[in-house]
């Protein structure tokens, strides 16, 4: 529910890339990234957590099926964005959107196995 509702407010609020970048900017070594990297990297960790915590109270989905409604919302998020001023929708953040809902299906995976007992 909290994961969703960061995705609400920067569907609506300013870009996460802007909001990255201006923390970049304020960390040596990152402060040379250019804006479309960050937002890049913005547009993936985004649903980094989205899906790890979707995965962590749905445990029985199948990590594919999380996947694919974490992929489906942010097309959703997209879509929205058409009709938001100041807001660009673009095919490329659903990729990414759905490239950090895969990493956080497989964290979780990675981490609901290495919680589980062995059996024996």
């Given at each position: 529910?909290?994961?969703?509702?960061?995705?609400?407010?920067?569907?609506?609020?300013?870009?996460?890339?802007?909001?990255?970048?201006?923390?970049?900017?304020?960390?040596?070594?990152?402060?040379?990234?250019?804006?479309?990297?960050?937002?890049?990297?913005?547009?993936?960790?985004?649903?980094?957590?989205?899906?790890?915590?979707?995965?962590?109270?749905?445990?029985?989905?199948?990590?594919?099926?999380?996947?694919?409604?974490?992929?489906?919302?942010?097309?959703?998020?997209?879509?929205?964005?058409?009709?938001?001023?100041?807001?660009e929708a673009t095919l490329?953040?659903?990729?990414?959107?759905s490239a950090g809902a895969?990493?956080?299906?497989?964290?979780?995976?990675?981490?609901?196995?290495?919680?589980?007992?062995?059996?024996?």
């Amino acid at each position: 529910m909290v994961a969703a509702l960061g995705v609400v407010a920067l569907t609506v609020g300013p870009p996460p890339g802007e909001l990255l970048f201006g923390l970049a900017r304020s960390v040596p070594g990152l402060d040379g990234l250019p804006p479309t990297t960050v937002e890049r990297a913005a547009n993936v960790l985004l649903f980094v957590p989205v899906a790890l915590l979707f995965s962590a109270s749905a445990p029985r989905l199948p990590g594919v099926l999380v996947w694919l409604i974490c992929t489906g919302a942010s097309a959703a998020v997209e879509t929205a964005q058409l009709v938001l001023p100041g807001r660009e929708a673009t095919l490329r953040d659903v990729v990414l959107n759905s490239a950090g809902a895969a990493i956080g299906v497989m964290l979780h995976a990675v981490v609901s196995r290495r919680r589980s007992p062995s059996p024996g």
